[in-house]
């Protein structure tokens, strides 16, 4: 079976894009590890066009049945499968590779978005769930009562930090250079007697037995390090855009992201479409994944009936 397309991604990008080829009735087959996307993880979200509030949860669980609700004649989903290559076969046809099976199509849409960066020091791999963590919304009410460090000086490291403060005995950012967030929230937490925060710091280790029980950091231009003693590390260090599997088929910039025309979606390949986190445009939200995922695959199908 050659696919008239395959999509990757159950974000919002993806699913997006999946329910417009169904109901465009192209051939699609739609592959996804998971569903919801990145925002999966929050409490909250009031940005979601239509719905004032939501729990990421809530938006996968609706993401899936929507687009399941195509499921059939014109669309097949695989979920659970993670796309480690796709090869170029022929001029009009790319093969996809997932650990189980291949899959042929003429068209791609990527929606593979992106994951947290990981802290790459001694001892944080070994205590990831431990005590290191990358989701404070998910961990973070196991901190309650303990004192716990935030890595990380955008927003994302002050959200973190102002929900920690809800419930741990104090929460310490440490930042390696001044902190970015925006002023309202730096002013609002900073007012907080349980707030710390440590500027232009390295991290060098997180220490501990079983569990976490301490972060080692040096001031930049000093050469000696400190020790102190956390039960949590929060990281927020950033994204890395999820495009390995497609680094020597499509034009990546310097931070790995694919390279779109942001008025078609079109990366560098004819044929291969990209939308949402894991590309270059210049916004990263919900909305914004679904309705340049939308724009893809609207240029897709012209494309489709005047090549195939
Ligand atoms: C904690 C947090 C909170 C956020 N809150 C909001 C918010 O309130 N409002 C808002 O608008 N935005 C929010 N964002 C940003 C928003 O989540 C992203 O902009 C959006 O999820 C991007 O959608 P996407 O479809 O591009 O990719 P993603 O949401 O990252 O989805 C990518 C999908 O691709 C799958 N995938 C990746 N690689 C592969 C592969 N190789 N094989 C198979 N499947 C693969 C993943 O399993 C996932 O399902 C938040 C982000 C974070 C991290």
Known sequence: MIYD?????????????????ARKRLRTLFITKEWGGQSNVSENIQNWIGT?????????????????????????????????AIHKKTD?????????????????????????????????????N??????????????????VAVVGGGNAGMESAAQLLAYCKS?????????????????????????????????????????VTGITYQ????DTPIQLPVRGVFVEIGLVPNTTFVKDLVTLDT?????????????SVAGIWAAG???????????IAAGDAVKALEDLYLYTKLHH
Do not use: M
């Open 52 to 84: 004032p509030s939501l729990s990421g949860s809530d938006l996968a669980q609706r993401f899936k049945e929507h687009l399941e609700s195509y499921k059939g004649e014109w669309l097949d989903i695989r979920e659970g499968l993670w796309v480690s």
């Open 219 to 222: 001031i930049k231009g000093s």
């Open 5 to 21: 397309t395959i999509i990757i991604g159950g974000g919002p990008g993806g699913v997006a894009a999946g329910i417009y080829a």
């Open 171 to 211: 929460v310490t950012l440490i930042t390696h250079g001044p902190i970015r967030a925006d002023a309202v929230t730096v002013e609002r937490i900073k007012a907080n007697p349980h707030f710390h925060n440590i500027e232009n710091a390295d991290i060098t280790e997180i220490t501990g037995n079983n569990l």
């Open 130 to 147: 431990k005590g290191v963590t990358y989701c404070a919304s998910c961990d973070g009410l196991l901190f309650s009562g303990l004192d």
């Open 277 to 287: 986190d894991c590309t270059d445009g210049l916004f990263h939200q919900n909305n």
């Open 255 to 267: 931070f790995n992201r694919i390279v779109v025309d942001p008025r078609t979606q079109r990366t």
């Open 92 to 128: 009009d046809i790319f093969e996809v590779v997932t650990g189980k099976d291949v899959f042929l199509g003429k068209t791609i849409l990527i929606a593979a978005g992106s994951s947290r960066r990981k802290l790459e020091v001694p001892g944080a791999a070994q205590f990831e």
